[in-house]
């Protein structure tokens, strides 16, 4: 099993918009997986939902990412969100990618035979339903909570955990986090993407 860890307790704050930011790296990397794919500007942005000022925004360094807007583009790539997130050497940014109730922070990659792993640190804040695209098929999700209520889940089929709780599921379909009351939910999330074997 190869690991790569990536960022150890990384305060939760937004990442920076600044060009010069980490923000011009995750930029640089959807500019490279883009061209590798041979996809035009205008093809991923269309094909993954969101505007083509918005797609070159991001690959500009000028707009900030959210977690909503990586995955649909990384599904439309076929890449795992970690490899938007590092570069080749593993190399991470940024440490911190706002959703519109969700902060996901990347801890680590591991990469075992047929399958890549991202484990995440969550705050899911109350108020605020995040639902995201659908993931390739065969991806799974994997989250326990650690303190507050979680719904979360297949959109159809959300479930409600409370601390201490676990719950996996299929994310090839369309799913949600919202935290149920007032308080901040900490969890941890597994995502499994299944690779071919060499």
Do not use: C
């Not at 937004?14 to 500019?31: E, H, T, Y």
């Not at 993954?48 to 909503?68: D, V, Y």
């Not at 705050?123 to 991806?139: F, I, K, L, M, W």
């Not at 901040?184 to 993407?193: G, M, T």
């Amino acid at each position: 099993m190869e690991r790569s860890r990536l960022w150890h307790d990384s305060p939760m704050a937004p990442p920076p918009a600044s060009p010069d930011s980490a923000n011009a790296a995750v930029g640089q990397r959807l500019r490279h997986l883009r061209e590798r794919r041979g996809l035009s500007l205008s093809a991923l942005a269309r094909a993954a939902g969101i505007g083509k000022a918005t797609l070159s925004g991001l690959e500009n360094g000028t707009r900030n990412p959210t977690l909503e807007t990586l995955y649909a583009i990384a599904t439309q790539l076929d890449v795992p969100l970690a490899e938007v997130l590092t570069d080749p050497a593993g190399r991470s940014a940024p440490a911190v990618v706002p959703g519109a109730a969700v902060r996901g922070t990347l801890l680590e990659v591991f990469h075992d035979p047929g399958v890549t792993s991202e484990l995440y640190r969550l705050e899911v804040h109350p108020g605020r339903t995040q639902t995201s695209p659908a993931h390739p098929r065969g991806v799974t999700e994997h989250i326990t909570v650690y303190s507050g209520t979680l719904r979360t889940g297949p959109a159809d089929d959300p479930q409600v955990l409370r601390a201490g709780e676990h719950f996996s599921w299929t994310s090839d379909v369309p799913h949600v986090y919202a935290a149920v009351g007032d308080e901040i939910v900490q969890a941890s999330l597994l995502i499994r993407y299944p690779r071919p074997v060499p």
